[in-house]
């Protein structure tokens, strides 16, 4: 689908969406760019939390901008509708009538490529699964998690033997530029909108969920070397719970001595 709307001299309004640090960085980049420009922010739905390294947190980023903070989905369905919902790591689920919110577009700015790595700790898995490139993803939001029409990706080689860090940590960098690059045409409407179905016969589909990291974690004495090094770079990732090896019936935490001892 193409879409053929463009912005007028009115301004867009626009609701964001978002936490940890990655929502910090979009955050302020359309404060700073876009709003009370072309763009007017009607309202922050957040959290305090400072997940990701970030010093601020996107509702401090809210606060010191004058920005309503919304706190609640309930209060949320009882504001006015904007053009747009921008939603970067939003901690909560939301429901048709949250989306339906915005007259034009909801877009999610999701850091992994679709429709391969839909759901929760996408670096883990990928590093889990041998995956030669990663990616992120700017997709329409609709009700069924991570699905939506693809807008913008970008798309990166991983690193050989890479850790679940240093995977975030490029994703994070080419998230945070696939937003700035883009977020512009989205509020004008020079975009299309890409059905993730159109990759069935060259990409592969999955979803995972949070609590499928656990498992993850759980290393098996018995397991080939390259095995137990490969589950270690995907779940060693300070400050989260270590992984564990599971030896003779017992759970031990691992630290990177044991991996660089393999």
């Avoid at 909560?92 to 999701?110: F, Y």
């Avoid at 996408?122 to 990616?135: L, R």
């Avoid at 490029?170 to 909108?193: A, H, M, P, R």
Wanted: glycine residues 4%; aromatic residues 12%.
């Amino acid at each position: 689908m193409v879409i053929a709307f463009f912005a007028s001299e009115m301004k867009q309004s626009v609701y964001f969406l978002g936490t940890k640090e990655i929502g910090v960085r979009c955050l302020k980049y359309l404060i700073d760019n876009h709003h009370n420009k072309d763009v007017t922010i009607l309202g922050v739905l957040t959290n305090s939390r400072r997940l990701g390294g970030s010093q601020e947190s996107v509702s401090e980023i809210a606060k010191e901008n004058n920005l309503k903070i919304i706190e609640t989905l309930e209060d949320f369905e009882k504001s006015p509708n904007a053009d747009f919902i921008i939603s970067v790591q939003y901690h909560k689920i939301l429901k048709q009538k949250h989306i339906d919110k915005a007259n034009k577009l909801a877009v999610n700015l999701h850091m992994a490529p679709l429709p391969e790595y839909r759901g929760c700790n996408q670096f883990s898995f990928a590093i889990v699964d041998q995956a030669k490139t990663f990616g992120t993803t700017l997709h329409q939001l609709v009700r069924q998690a991570d699905s939506g029409p693809i807008i913008f990706e970008q798309r990166f080689k991983i690193p050989n033997e890479a850790f679940v860090k240093d995977l975030y940590d490029i994703t994070f960098k080419e998230s945070v530029n696939l937003f700035e690059q883009n977020v512009s045409n989205i509020f004008l409407g020079d975009y299309n909108l890409i059905p993730q179905e159109n990759f069935e016969n060259e990409r592969d589909f999955s979803f995972h969920f949070r609590n499928e990291i656990e498992d993850l974690k759980i290393i098996n004495e018995d397991w080939p070397t390259e095995k137990k090094k490969r589950f270690f770079r995907a779940t060693y990732f300070p400050p989260f719970e270590p992984p564990k090896l599971l030896k003779e019936g017992e759970l031990i935490q691992l630290t990177p001595d044991y991996y660089y001892s393999l």
